[in-house]
Nanobody, 120 residues
Framework: QVQLVESGGGLAQAGGSLRLSCAAS????????MGWFRQAPGKEREFVTK????????YYADSVKGRFTVSRDNAKNTVYLQMNSLEPEDTAVYYC?????????????WGQGTQVTVSS
């Protein structure tokens, strides 16, 4: 079993930045792909980004490419999401997830979510 705990959400102005963190406990962290999804009010949960166990491979949704950066520190069992040039459309609950890199559309583990609100 893997437990995921997000932190770092909050309020930011458009054009600003936030960094989310997700601390993992349980199974060998470096064996798991990690990533982030988000769900805006009235919308379905959507994929944001994922990173391989080694950190050498990353993928991004087109909507965040060039603005968001995912990284991980396997020594700290933590994955990060650096969000720059934030837009009001980025407002959502952000969920950390863990699982298989190739089947990341259905992660095995989820965090509880952290709210990100971007004001215009």
């Amino acid at each position: 079993q893997v437990q995921l705990v997000e932190s770092g959400g909050g309020l930011a102005q458009a054009g600003g930045s936030l960094r989310l963190s997700c601390a993992a406990s349980g199974r060998a962290f470096s064996m798991l792909a990690m990533g982030w999804f988000r769900q805006a009010p009235g919308k379905e949960r959507e994929f944001v980004t994922k990173i391989s166990g080694s950190g050498g491979t990353t993928y991004y949704a087109d909507s965040v490419k060039g603005r968001f950066t995912v990284s991980r520190d396997n020594a700290k069992n933590t994955v990060y999401l650096q969000m720059n040039s934030l837009e009001p459309e980025d407002t959502a609950v952000y969920y950390c997830a863990a699982g298989s890199l190739v089947r990341f559309n259905t992660p095995n583990y989820w965090g509880q979510g952290t709210q990100v609100t971007v004001s215009s």
